[in-house]
């Protein structure tokens, strides 16, 4: 197995560990993710009005997905932790009525990138509007969550 195939999350003997970047430059990277949420069409009107009981929902969900992108390393284990540069929440009602868009943009200027961080704050976010709605509506689910796009480093760029 050359070095391009190695799992480098492993050692020879299969236990985890933390990759050594340390010899790697430093180079701009993003990462863009989303997650869905579904929830009723009444629940969607009510979140669009702002008229949430506990709050601006839009408002603590995007300051609490902009903490997740900033202490992903705390949470995942084998994360490095990461100057972030740049980290964006935003929500979108989708097509239909019952699906809300939340997207992250994350940019560092470091050694590895900055997937997790962005799938970290879109899931954080959508975890906090489920918080801050679930009075409202018990059954929303939180159906995807995925990399849109990613670029920088030595893997190039991806997008969905």
């Known amino acids: 197995m050359d070095r391009d195939d190695e799992l480098t999350h492993l050692d020879r003997d299969g236990q985890a560990r933390m990759v050594d970047v340390g010899e790697k430059s430093k180079t701009a990277r993003e990462a863009r993710a989303r997650a869905t949420l579904r929830m009723l069409p009444e629940t969607r009107r009510v979140l669009l009005s702002g008229e949430v009981p506990k709050g ?5 969900a995007r300051i609490a997905g902009i903490q997740a992108a900033k202490r992903t390393s705390e949470l995942i284990p084998l994360c490095h932790p990461l100057a972030i540069t740049g980290c964006d929440v935003s929500f979108e009602p989708a097509d239909d009525d019952e699906r809300f ?9 470091d050694r590895t990138g900055v997937e997790m ?36 480093g030595r893997s190039g ?4």
Not at 157 to 160: K, L, W
Request: hydrophobic residues 55%.
């Open 56 to 60: 601006d929902a839009l408002a603590t």
């Open 101 to 109: 868009l939340v997207e992250a943009a994350v940019r560092c200027a």
């Open 117 to 152: 961080e962005a799938l970290t704050a879109v899931t954080v976010a959508a975890l906090t509007l489920y918080d801050m709605l679930k009075a409202i509506d018990r059954g929303m689910a939180i159906e995807e969550v995925v990399l849109l796009e990613k670029q920088g």
């Open 157 to 160: 760029h991806y997008q969905r």
